[in-house]
């Protein structure tokens, strides 16, 4: 075996310190700037992506909170509005309770007119029938009666 003879040590040695050097060389003149700069593009399109992310997370944040506002705003609006239209039905059932109030007090008014006039002509009927009767009474007896006086006693009698 070539390798183990001692005589080719010397000659063995010295290319494997020129390819040794050489593989330095190309390592560090070529290749591992190479690789160092990829690493180092990699490490800044991390950080940006990171960056980016964080960035992205704060504006979900701000359109989650104007969306909360928004959202609070609208019910509050809608909150708004119903009390509104409660206000105005109750105001417009008021008032149709009003007028309903009104009319049933001038019927009643009426009512008490008519009651009235219906209790004043029963009263003269009544009258007018306690004279003639009391009238034809007094004939019955046989005893003959002035009128007027008749007229007047049923009077005191009806009305006192």
Do not use: C, H
Not at 2 to 9: A, E, G, M, R, V
Not at 25 to 51: M, N
Not at 137 to 142: D, L, S
Request: hydrophobic letters at 50%; glycine letters at 4%; proline letters at 2%.
């Amino acid at each position: 075996m070539p390798q183990l003879d001692f005589s080719t040590y010397p000659n063995q040695i010295f290319w494997l310190i020129i390819t040794l050097l050489v593989i330095y060389f190309v390592l560090s003149r070529i290749a591992l700037p190479r690789i160092g700069s990829v690493l180092a593009e990699r490490a800044g399109t991390i950080t940006k992506d990171l960056a980016s992310a964080e960035e992205l997370k704060a504006k979900a944040k701000e359109a989650e909170a104007s969306y909360e506002k928004a959202l609070a705003d609208a019910r509050a609006e809608a909150g708004r509005i119903a009390e509104e239209t409660r206000a105005e039905i109750q105001a417009e059932l008021d008032a149709q309770l009003a007028k309903a109030d009104a009319e049933i007090a001038a019927r009643t008014a009426e009512s008490r007119k008519e009651l009235e006039v219906i209790r004043a002509e029963a009263d003269a009927a009544a009258a007018e029938v306690a004279r003639e009767t009391a009238r034809e009474i007094v004939a019955t007896f046989g005893a003959g009666a002035d009128p007027g006086k008749v007229d007047a006693a049923v009077d005191a009698r009806t009305k006192g």
